[in-house]
């Protein structure tokens, strides 16, 4: 009776968790997890379903196992227990049992090995691919560069794009939380597409589960795998290496697309290689050069130097009262061309989202930099 006075304040919280957890409207994500799954996501590349074949297959040897090893321990021990009147046997050396125990493993363990290996085989090999693209890890966004292939030439970074008041401010959650991205990478159906990975900063990892793949991008090192698609779809993943405080805030979203489509997204993308195509010789007012730094800026720069412009101590420069914001636009110019320790060059970004971060930044929070604008034409110049 005391047990169940103890369990029943336990079984009323937890049916009102259940009822609690009903409340909330969760769908499942387009390309991403669904509601109470238990099994991988849908593959749609050949890899990826050789890897869900191969788990089911591994699982399966592995309940084998594990219901014949159990099946024979408990059976041994209800049927021979001391209390029916059995006493323990004494055998030392048994030829048949060594030979049994050295045999079984072996031939698990080929069943297990020969599917394995030709998977692993088949994700190494990246020869003959159709696209190249690398993908470059940073704290905490990813760069894409076409290498080789239609679209050679066009380079991006992609950054979430879950509003942050949904993040740290209790707004409404969107369907697609912390898995959206401001620019997806774009590749087509049917096509064998080579992923070179690499980073800028810290270990991150490349992965989308429906694809079948997952390559850590290392500093200083050139990693690739590849992936072949086909489904036209959108497909999700994350950064799965821990890289630091924004880890869970970096995933990658790839919008796999018909040919038709992608060579319309080419042509349009390309002229201005990841930029917006706008003249670099117009003239902006600060105004419009704030208003528009403010969303390049919360789309590339928040993560490291926070809404605030407080930065992070010890780790990312405060912009807010910055001698270099405040100082001579030359040099701000400079950093973001070109980089500066732990601040990655930002030359994919258009002349005129470079003009106006850095306007943005000098006329916001408590700056007040006496040369408080810089024009599209002053990057364009500072390029060459």
């Known amino acids: 009776m005391k047990y169940a006075k103890r369990l029943l304040p336990m079984i009323v919280m937890f049916a009102g968790l259940l009822a609690a957890g009903s409340s909330f409207a969760v769908s499942d994500m387009t390309g991403g997890p669904a509601v109470r799954e238990l099994n991988f996501q849908p593959p749609v590349t050949a890899i ?201 805030f970096m995933p990658i979203v790839v919008n796999v697309v018909s040919e038709e489509d992608y060579a319309k997204w080419v042509s349009e993308k390309k002229p201005s290689s990841g930029a917006t195509g706008e003249d670099p010789n117009k003239t902006w007012t600060v105004a419009e050069l704030s208003k528009r730094g403010e969303e390049v800026y919360n789309g590339n720069c928040v993560a490291c130097h926070q809404a605030t412009g407080k930065g992070v101590p010890g780790a990312f420069p405060a912009l807010d009262g910055s001698t270099v914001v405040n100082g001579p636009k030359e040099g701000q110019v400079d950093i973001l061309l070109n980089g500066k320790n732990a601040m990655p060059a930002w030359k994919t970004l258009s002349d005129t989202e470079i003009a106006a971060v850095i306007t943005y930044t000098r006329n916001h929070w408590s700056n007040k930099a006496k040369q408080n604008i810089v024009q599209p034409a002053e990057i364009l110049a500072a390029r060459k």
């Open 48 to 248: 990826a379903a050789d890897i869900y074949q191969l788990h089911n297959w591994m699982m399966g040897i592995c309940v084998a196992i594990f219901l014949a090893v159990f099946g024979v321990m408990f059976y041994s021990i209800f049927k021979h227990r001391k209390s029916l009147g059995h006493k323990s046997a004494s055998f030392h050396e048994s030829t048949t049992v060594e030979i049994a125990w050295t045999i079984v493993p072996f031939v698990i363990v080929v069943l297990m090995a020969l599917p394995a290996t030709k998977t692993v085989v088949a994700m190494k090999d990246t020869s003959n691919a159709d696209i190249t693209i690398k993908a470059t890890g940073m704290q905490w966004k990813w760069g894409y560069d076409y290498l080789k292939g239609d679209g050679e030439g066009i380079a991006y970074y992609s950054a979430l794009s879950t509003p942050r008041d949904q993040i740290h401010h209790g707004a409404t959650k969107g369907d697609n939380y912390l898995l959206e991205v401001d620019h997806p990478l774009v590749v087509p159906v049917n096509k064998k597409i080579r992923i070179v990975t690499t980073a800028n900063d810290v270990i991150h990892a490349w992965g989308v589960p429906a694809l079948g793949v997952k390559q850590d991008a290392i500093p200083g090192f050139v990693r690739d795998t590849w992936f072949k698609a086909e489904k036209v779809g959108t497909y999700r993943g994350n950064c799965y290496e821990l890289c630091g405080k924004e880890h869970a």
